[in-house]
């Protein structure tokens, strides 16, 4: 299969990493249907759901299952196909290897120096962040939440700080329990959620955390959180006037400002990066 990379081309086998629809059938494109219609083998994640992908577009390439259950022993097999034919990797939906076991071929592939060829196209972060209505300069995504509440908080309180949009997947049975979640640690932001994105049932929900709690209070289908980041006004409101206080005086006492730091942030709760901030603009308005 010769390869349309570039200007080169080579007959040397590679795995191709193709994005398939995360709904609507006809979101896939045409370089994507010609990968999948010349490779030797498709390993997908979900092969019934594949399937019904395969025959809407007369697609006949053999078809094998690559999933969490059988990902350590499956993978010697797949390698070993990638030593004479080319192979495409597809998850159940959206772009392999993110949140899914496909990651382990890809790196697999990649250190037995076998070329890795993304076919890109549909993912639902990109997709629920593009509708969002909130900022999309800088985001981070954080896969499915934690499943038990005790994880989930702590793992929402240490991207607390996180400034940039915050992307992540729920079920929806742990839909209204997360966002109480984040209610708590959070606070009541602002937030979009996409449910059943480029299906009959799509809907785009744009309000706040509390307000989400209210809409979705029998939720149903797959579940793209986007969230708002920390305020820059929401951090400076946390400097309390006891903590300014205790900055004020170790800047009195000629302390510096990395020491400062290293004593207040265990017992202020405040991050390193804003005590530091603070103690340039406290010294910066006394001329020091």
């Given amino acids: 299969m010769y390869r349309d990379i570039g200007r080169t081309a080579s007959l040397v086998p590679a795995l ?6 995360i709904g609507n059938l006809e979101d896939i494109t045409l370089r994507a249907i010609r990968v999948l219609n010349e490779v030797g083998l498709i390993a997908a994640e979900d092969t019934r759901r594949t399937r019904v992908l395969l025959n809407a577009y007369g697609i006949k390439t ?11 022993t499956k993978l010697g ?30 790196v697999a592939a990649a250190q037995q120096g076998i070329r890795v060829i993304p076919i890109p196209g549909p993912s639902a972060v990109v997709t629920a962040l593009a ?29 607390a700080h996180e400034q ?8 929806p049975h742990r839909l209204l329990s997360s966002l109480s979640d984040m209610a708590q640690v959070l ?8 449910r059943e994105l480029t299906k009959i049932h799509e809907e785009i929900f744009r309000g706040t ?26 951090e400076e409101s946390l400097l309390t006037p006891k903590i300014e206080k205790e900055l004020r005086s170790l800047i009195d006492e000629g302390i510096a400002a990395k020491e400062i730091v290293a004593r207040l942030s265990p017992t202020t709760g405040l991050s390193r990066k804003e005590l530091y901030r603070a103690c340039l603009k406290l010294k910066s308005n006394r001329g020091l």
């Fill in 209 to 234: 955390v509390e307000e989400a709690m209210e809409h979705f209070r029998q939720p149903r289908g797959e579940f793209t959180l986007v969230i708002e980041g920390r305020k820059e006004e929401a």
């Fill in 131 to 159: 509708v969002s209505a909130l900022p999309t300069n800088r985001f981070t995504y954080l896969g499915f939440l934690p499943k038990k509440k005790a994880e989930r908080i702590r793992f929402l309180g240490s991207i």
């Fill in 187 to 194: 606070g009541n932001r602002r937030i979009a959620i996409a």
């Fill in 16 to 21: 191709y990493v193709v994005a398939t629809p």
């Fill in 164 to 171: 940039g949009t915050i992307v992540a997947f729920e079920s």
């Fill in 77 to 106: 097999y797949l390698l070993d196909c990638l030593q004479s034919r080319d192979l495409a990797l597809v998850s159940e939906a959206g772009m392999p290897g993110v949140s899914d076991p496909g990651y382990e071929l890809i």
């Fill in 62 to 72: 053999a078809l094998t299952s690559y999933h969490q259950h059988n990902r350590k």
